[in-house]
Nanobody, 124 residues
Framework: QVQLVESGGGLVQAGGSLRLSCAAS????????MGWFRQAPGKEREFVAT????????YYADSVKGRFTISRDNPKNTVYLQMDSLKPEDTAVYSC?????????????????WGQGTQVTVSS
């Protein structure tokens, strides 16, 4: 069983920044890709970013490309999401997820474990 605990969410003004963290436990963290997803009220959960097992490969949704940065620290079993130039449309519950594969993964079906999520609210 894998446990994922997110932190770092909050309320920020448009144009501001937040850094989300996700601490993982329960299996060999460095063997698998990790991802961030988000779900806004009334909308389906959507892919945000993914990082490969080594951190060497990343991929982003078009809506966040150039503003968000995903990274991981394998010795600390932690994945991060640095969010800059935030917009009101970024408001959502952000969840980290642990994949079943080592390479980058953009599809929800590639993820077996999910955190509870952390709320990010961007005011205009």
């Amino acid at each position: 069983q894998v446990q994922l605990v997110e932190s770092g969410g909050g309320l920020v003004q448009a144009g501001g920044s937040l850094r989300l963290s996700c601490a993982a436990s329960g299996r060999t963290f460095s063997d698998y890709a990790m991802g961030w997803f988000r779900q806004a009220p009334g909308k389906e959960r959507e892919f945000v970013a993914t990082v490969s097992w080594s951190g060497g490969s990343t991929y982003y949704a078009d809506s966040v490309k150039g503003r968000f940065t995903i990274s991981r620290d394998n010795p600390k079993n932690t994945v991060y999401l640095q969010m800059d130039s935030l917009k009101p449309e970024d408001t959502a519950v952000y969840s980290c997820a642990a994949a079943t594969i080592a390479r980058i993964a953009t599809m929800k079906v590639d993820y077996a474990y999910w955190g509870q999520g952390t709320q990010v609210t961007v005011s205009s």
